[in-house]
């Protein structure tokens, strides 16, 4: 079992930064791809952004490209989500999540092994 942590959530104004960062147990994280979800009150869960195993390839949803970038630190076994120009839109418990079994699919919650407990972003206008 692999245990993931998310952190760096918090209250910020709109057009502010915020950076989280997930931290995973084990000795394999490379192994890993790695996602990013987010969920609002009386939303689904929905995809935020994904990497790859080497860092070498990322995913984002249209809704964030060019504000978010996603990237990796395998010799910390942490996944960061840099967070600029945030909107109150972005609100929600954004979710760390990694898969294991080199099935990747980077979009789809399902596929996805195993998630964090989340940390809360509130954007004020």
């Known amino acids: 079992q692999v245990q993931l942590v998310e952190s760096g959530g918090g209250l910020v104004q709109a057009g502010g930064s915020l950076r989280l960062s997930c931290a995973a147990s084990?000795?394999?994280?490379?192994?890993?791809?790695m996602g990013w979800f987010r969920q609002a009150p009386g939303k689904e869960r929905e995809f935020v952004a994904a990497i790859s195993r080497s860092g070498e390839s990322t995913y984002y949803a249209d809704s964030v490209k060019g504000r978010f970038t996603i990237s990796r630190d395998n010799a910390k076994n942490t996944v960061y989500l840099q967070m600029n120009s945030l909107k109150p839109e972005d609100t929600a418990v954004y979710y760390c999540a990694a898969e294991a079994t080199q099935r990747w699919f980077p979009t789809i919650a399902s596929r996805y092994d195993y998630w964090g407990q989340g940390t809360q972003v509130t954007v004020s206008s």
């Open positions: 084990g000795r394999t994280f490379s192994s890993y791809a």
